[in-house]
């Protein structure tokens, strides 16, 4: 079955940089397009960014514009997420997630990884 | 990128209906019809429970429906189980990027 699993969380000082990971099985990775939605402490769900099936396009929130940096790597059915210049705001959990089977809903998401940027 | 308005809570006694909307900019929903519905358990991954307005991914409870009219959308829980209580968000798909709202806390009294 689908298996997204996250990792890379942790402890971060505001300026910092977090690079997140995500392994993926289950499905043929290099067939979909993949996205990072995170959710911050008590808040709701916010899109962070998304990756074509092929790495070729790329778009983000504007929140993480110029900071954050999505790429994937296929033959390791492997999903990244470079974080730069980490705000206190970007502490959230962060998930790996994408949409087979339902348009363009996100229908398939990992457990998600903790991000903690804190001084 | 503004994220879409929802009710921060609604709630409804076992077997009642209720309704949750979602408004946007017509940029965000008015113009296309792609708008989503998610149930999330805290702790648990995020489920679609609507996609594309009123389409319900299989294995999902047929007392879930959407609907939308102009640059609001709606998601209605028909005769409400007390396993429906959870946290839902709208999201929209629009110009390459997707915008979720608020978040609307449902207690099932």
């Keep these: ?119 | 990128q503004s994220a879409l308005t929802q009710p921060a809570s609604v709630s409804g006694s076992p077997g009642q209906s209720i309704t949750i909307s979602c408004t946007g900019t017509s940029s965000d929903i008015d113009d296309f019809n792609y708008v989503s519905w998610y149930q999330h358990h805290p702790g648990k991954a995020p489920k679609v429970m609507i996609y594309d307005v009123i389409d319900r991914p299989s294995g999902v409870s047929d007392r879930f429906s959407g609907s939308r009219s102009g640059n609001t959308a709606s998601l209605t829980i028909s005769g409400l189980q007390a396993e429906d209580e959870a946290d839902y968000y709208c999201s929209s798909y629009t110009s390459r990027s997707w915008v979720f709202g608020g978040g609307t806390k449902l207690t099932v009294l």
């Design chain 1, 1 to 119: 079955q689908v298996q997204l699993v996250e990792s890379g969380g942790a402890v971060a000082q505001p300026g910092r940089s977090l690079r997140l990971s995500c392994a993926a099985s289950g499905f043929t990775f290099s067939s979909y397009a993949m996205h990072w939605v995170r959710q911050a402490p008590g808040k709701g769900l916010e899109w962070v960014a998304v990756i074509s099936y092929d790495g070729s396009d790329k778009y983000y929130a504007d929140s993480v514009k110029g900071r954050f940096s999505i790429s994937r790597d296929s033959s390791k059915n492997t999903l990244y997420l470079q974080m730069n210049s980490l705000k206190t705001e970007d502490t959230a959990v962060y998930y790996c997630a994408f949409g087979a089977a339902a348009g363009t809903a996100i229908d398939s998401w990992g457990q998600g990884t903790l991000v903690t940027v804190s001084s």
